[in-house]
């Protein structure tokens, strides 16, 4: 029969003995498990703490002359487990800079150890067979856990196997999306030039200066000319289509008032009905006042598309189309009829491409079934909704609500006004790109960076925002709308007070050598990775002035941790062993920052302000405390009211460190004085 192993936390507190190792300050830097049962003493937890109260001095002179030589029974009194004060015999002695220390508890009732031994022995029989108990039933739950986990495995080898077909699916799927397109937008515009020959041969037939056509002839050609229209209209719906699902459609927005936009549209739609027609086009007068800032030639395609199709399926009545404002910033289009009307299961299918509704009237006027599908998807490029309300014999309702202001324009709006407030925080990169998610996209990839975007959209924008502030780097897109910014780069290259300004080329259009030898110093064929990205302008980007920061410590260890938490940022750092030699080194270094130690071997924190605050070159300076001392509370007024801030070294992190030096650099007005010399140096 196997016995349970006589370790318990009654046991281990009969033990005599604890282990710590300190470094010469006193700071705890190991202790043993028993350490931590009786004392909870903890790594970075001061020795001195652990001390009963009134006591602290004598483990100040213990480690005092144990950093010198071995020191034999020197007794502590400890607050055992941080509430009960015991005696304690320590033995220490120094070893590569540290003290090792080891304490023998002094017994106070060796009878009542005894009993507890036994009664500690009891407890462990029984948890013994208690234990014995429970590792029958965890037996027995393995077992169960190893026939589940099986099936389990089974399970998941028939998903991963679903899974592969339906990715290869998937990717089949995609690339005949992708030929589609291709193929589509290929073949519409092969189709084009016959059709402009076929429609201009025929319309030269029917000029009777060209010839009198007998009346079968004039039928004939007449009935040419009306396929090739309806041809011609098919394949501009196609390309409109594929460039939608392509991407490749691209807005424009403009400014402008709805009801001149309404007499534009009134007037390109009433040759569609003749004089002596039925059916009569409606336009009741629009809001007026009413701008909006979107692009007015895809909306005015959406709304003729509409008005073609209810003029098409209204034999007799009336085509309305009117202009409303609507909730939240919004603005609605309707196009009424009286006509046919669509049944209800055909309102959302309606918008697929080569639907449409059987009926004798829609077998009269065949259409492509490809406008209200173009319909909506431009629609839904201007951010906006399409939708139908309809019975059959009851005519339709055909509905454009759109946001009055293009959500693009409101979010490039906003990305400019953030780039006329300079952050002193964030060096600044000019981005110049016609394209607004694109910009969108390049400010997503920095705003958590150490870089803000300065975005332009032409190249006299750019030549003027150079003028403004000296970017740390430029990206450029060399393909613009309307121009080229070749010259720009040329440009900036060539003069002596940008030349050294690093400029990447991410466009299009593979022009790499081109790029290069105006002076380039990266070339990139979009689209760009966020990562691919920011590692180049860390590597190549000016940052401006680094902050220099000097750190006065007589204690290696934190001077160390210090220099690890700020490592990897944008601070050259300067450290000092005392008060004496951080106050030369302040004078000479001329440091942005300090980073005091309150307690120094040579002098006191109020001593180094003291000495700083005296001198010209040094009493601006602002000051970081640094302590693991408890302040009495006239030291903590007095340097709360000569220092920036107050941190205990045992609860500093990189976040809290960083935080408070751009807070005190925000404060001494640093970052303002960075943003001036480099808009000089531009």
Same mark, same amino acid.
Request: net charge negative; hydrophobic share 40%.
């Given at each position: 029969?196997?016995?349970?192993?006589?370790?318990?936390?009654?046991?281990?507190?009969?033990?005599?003995?604890?282990?710590?190792?300190?470094?010469?300050?006193?700071?705890?830097?190991?202790?043993?498990?028993?350490?931590?049962?009786?004392?909870?003493?903890?790594?970075?937890?001061?020795?001195?703490?652990?001390?009963?109260?009134?006591?602290?001095?004598?483990?100040?002179?213990?480690?005092?002359?144990?950093?010198?030589?071995?020191?034999?029974?020197?007794?502590?009194?400890?607050?055992?487990?941080?509430?009960?004060?015991?005696?304690?015999?320590?033995?220490?002695?120094?070893?590569?800079?540290?003290?090792?220390?080891?304490?023998?508890?002094?017994?106070?009732?060796?009878?009542?150890?005894?009993?507890?031994?036994?009664?500690?022995?009891?407890?462990?029989?029984?948890?013994?067979?208690?234990?014995?108990?429970?590792?029958?039933?965890?037996?027995?739950?393995?077992?169960?856990?190893?026939?589940?986990?099986?099936?389990?495995?089974?399970?998941?080898?028939?998903?991963?196997?679903?899974?592969?077909?339906?990715?290869?699916?998937?990717?089949?799927?995609?690339?005949?999306?992708?030929?589609?397109?291709?193929?589509?937008?290929?073949?519409?515009?092969?189709?084009?030039?016959?059709?402009?020959?076929?429609?201009?041969?025929?319309?030269?037939?029917?000029?009777?200066?060209?010839?009198?056509?007998?009346?079968?002839?004039?039928?004939?050609?007449?009935?040419?000319?009306?396929?090739?229209?309806?041809?011609?209209?098919?394949?501009?719906?196609?390309?409109?289509?594929?460039?939608?699902?392509?991407?490749?459609?691209?807005?424009?927005?403009?400014?402008?008032?709805?009801?001149?936009?309404?007499?534009?549209?009134?007037?390109?739609?009433?040759?569609?009905?003749?004089?002596?027609?039925?059916?009569?086009?409606?336009?009741?007068?629009?809001?007026?006042?009413?701008?909006?800032?979107?692009?007015?030639?895809?909306?005015?395609?959406?709304?003729?598309?509409?008005?073609?199709?209810?003029?098409?399926?209204?034999?007799?009545?009336?085509?309305?189309?009117?202009?409303?404002?609507?909730?939240?910033?919004?603005?609605?289009?309707?196009?009424?009829?009286?006509?046919?009307?669509?049944?209800?299961?055909?309102?959302?299918?309606?918008?697929?491409?080569?639907?449409?509704?059987?009926?004798?009237?829609?077998?009269?006027?065949?259409?492509?079934?490809?406008?209200?599908?173009?319909?909506?998807?431009?629609?839904?490029?201007?951010?906006?909704?399409?939708?139908?309300?309809?019975?059959?014999?009851?005519?339709?309702?055909?509905?454009?609500?759109?946001?009055?202001?293009?959500?693009?324009?409101?979010?490039?709006?906003?990305?400019?006004?953030?780039?006329?407030?300079?952050?002193?925080?964030?060096?600044?990169?000019?981005?110049?790109?016609?394209?607004?998610?694109?910009?969108?996209?390049?400010?997503?990839?920095?705003?958590?960076?150490?870089?803000?975007?300065?975005?332009?959209?032409?190249?006299?924008?750019?030549?003027?925002?150079?003028?403004?502030?000296?970017?740390?780097?430029?990206?450029?897109?060399?393909?613009?709308?309307?121009?080229?910014?070749?010259?720009?780069?040329?440009?900036?290259?060539?003069?002596?007070?940008?030349?050294?300004?690093?400029?990447?080329?991410?466009?299009?259009?593979?022009?790499?050598? #081109? =790029?290069?030898? +105006?002076?380039?110093?990266? &070339?990139? /064929?979009?689209?760009?990775? *966020?990562?691919?990205? %920011?590692?180049? $302008?860390?590597?190549?980007?000016?940052?401006?002035?680094?902050?220099?920061?000097?750190?006065?410590?007589?204690?290696?260890?934190?001077?160390?941790?210090?220099?690890?938490?700020?490592?990897?940022?944008?601070?050259?750092?300067?450290?000092?062993?005392?008060?004496?030699?951080?106050?030369?080194?302040?004078?000479? #270094? =001329?440091?942005? +920052?300090?980073?005091?130690? &309150?307690? /120094?071997?040579?002098?006191? *924190?109020?001593?180094? %302000?003291?000495? $700083?605050?005296?001198?010209?070159?040094?009493?601006?300076?602002?000051?970081?405390?640094?302590?693991?001392?408890?302040?009495?509370?006239?030291?903590?007024?007095?340097?709360?009211?000569?220092?920036?801030?107050?941190?205990?070294?045992?609860?500093?992190?990189?976040?809290?460190?960083?935080?408070?030096?751009?807070?005190?650099?925000?404060?001494?007005?640093?970052?303002?004085?960075?943003?001036?010399?480099?808009?000089?140096?531009?």
């Amino acid at each position: 029969m196997t016995t349970a192993p006589l370790a318990s936390p009654q046991l281990n507190a009969l033990s005599r003995e604890v282990a710590l190792v300190c470094d010469s300050a006193g700071t705890i830097l190991w202790a043993d498990e028993r350490a931590e049962h009786i004392l909870s003493a903890q790594p970075g937890q001061k020795l001195r703490t652990l001390a009963a109260q009134g006591t602290e001095e004598k483990v100040d002179r213990l480690l005092l002359q144990a950093r010198d030589e071995r020191v034999e029974n020197w007794e502590l009194i400890l607050c055992r487990a941080g509430l009960k004060p015991t005696t304690f015999a320590f033995y220490a002695q120094p070893r590569d800079g540290q003290l090792m220390l080891v304490g023998s508890l002094v017994p106070e009732d060796y009878g009542a150890a005894l009993a507890q031994v036994s009664s500690t022995l009891s407890e462990l029989a029984a948890l013994h067979r208690e234990t014995e108990r429970q590792q029958r039933e965890l037996t027995r739950r393995a077992d169960e856990l190893q026939r589940l986990n099986r099936e389990l495995e089974e399970s998941n080898r028939g998903v991963r196997s679903l899974h592969a077909a339906l990715d290869e699916k998937a990717e089949n799927l995609q690339r005949a999306s992708e030929v589609k397109s291709r193929v589509v937008a290929n073949v519409s515009h092969e189709f084009r030039t016959p059709l402009h020959s076929i429609l201009g041969l025929s319309k030269v037939l029917l000029n009777p200066l060209n010839g009198q056509l007998s009346s079968e002839q004039e039928k004939q050609v007449q009935f040419i000319r009306t396929s090739a229209e309806a041809l011609y209209e098919l394949v501009n719906d196609l390309l409109d289509l594929s460039k939608v699902e392509a991407g490749k459609a691209v807005l424009r927005h403009t400014r402008f008032e709805a009801d001149e936009f309404m007499r534009g549209l009134r007037g390109m739609m009433r040759p569609l009905l003749a004089p002596e027609s039925p059916v009569e086009l409606v336009f009741p007068d629009s809001p007026s006042g009413l701008k909006l800032e979107t692009d007015e030639a895809k909306l005015s395609q959406v709304l003729r598309n509409l008005i073609s199709n209810a003029v098409k399926f209204t034999e007799q009545g009336s085509v309305t189309v009117s202009v409303t404002e609507g909730p939240r910033d919004t603005v609605s289009f309707a196009v009424k009829d009286t006509g046919i009307g669509i049944p209800p299961e055909y309102h959302e299918r309606i918008f697929e491409e080569f639907i449409q509704v059987e009926t004798p009237l829609q077998r009269k006027v065949k259409g492509t079934g490809l406008g209200l599908t173009l319909a909506r998807r431009l629609t839904e490029m201007l951010g906006g909704t399409l939708t139908v309300q309809s019975a059959m014999g009851q005519g339709a309702t055909f509905t454009v609500t759109i946001p009055r202001v293009h959500p693009e324009v409101k979010e490039m709006a906003g990305l400019t006004e953030r780039a006329q407030q300079l952050d002193p925080q964030r060096a600044p990169v000019l981005v110049l790109e016609d394209d607004r998610q694109t910009l969108f996209l390049y400010e997503k990839y920095l705003e958590r960076s150490g870089f803000q975007v300065l975005p332009v959209r032409s190249v006299d924008e750019a030549r003027r925002t150079v003028q403004r502030v000296r970017p740390a780097a430029m990206v450029l897109d060399v393909m613009l709308e309307g121009e080229t910014s070749w010259s720009f780069l040329a440009e900036m290259k060539m003069k002596e007070e940008t030349r050294d300004i690093p400029i990447l080329v991410v466009t299009v259009t593979d022009r790499e050598q #081109k =790029a290069r030898a +105006l002076g380039a110093d990266e &070339f990139w /064929l979009k689209p760009v990775e *966020a990562t691919q990205l %920011l590692r180049k $302008l860390g590597e190549l980007a000016h940052r401006g002035p680094v902050e220099r920061i000097l750190i006065i410590d007589d204690d290696e260890v934190h001077r160390y941790l210090l220099k690890q938490l700020l490592k990897d940022t944008p601070y050259a750092l300067f450290e000092a062993e005392g008060g004496r030699d951080g106050i030369r080194l302040a004078r000479e #270094k =001329a440091p942005h +920052l300090i980073f005091l130690d &309150f307690l /120094l071997r040579d002098m006191t *924190a109020f001593d180094v %302000l003291d000495e $700083l605050k005296a001198d010209p070159r040094t009493r601006d300076v602002p000051v970081i405390i640094q302590t693991s001392h408890e302040l009495k509370e006239d030291e903590r007024t007095r340097l709360a009211r000569e220092t920036t801030a107050i941190l205990a070294k045992h609860t500093l992190s990189r976040e809290v460190a960083i935080t408070r030096i751009r807070d005190a650099l925000s404060k001494a007005g640093l970052g303002a004085r960075v943003e001036e010399r480099e808009v000089r140096r531009g």
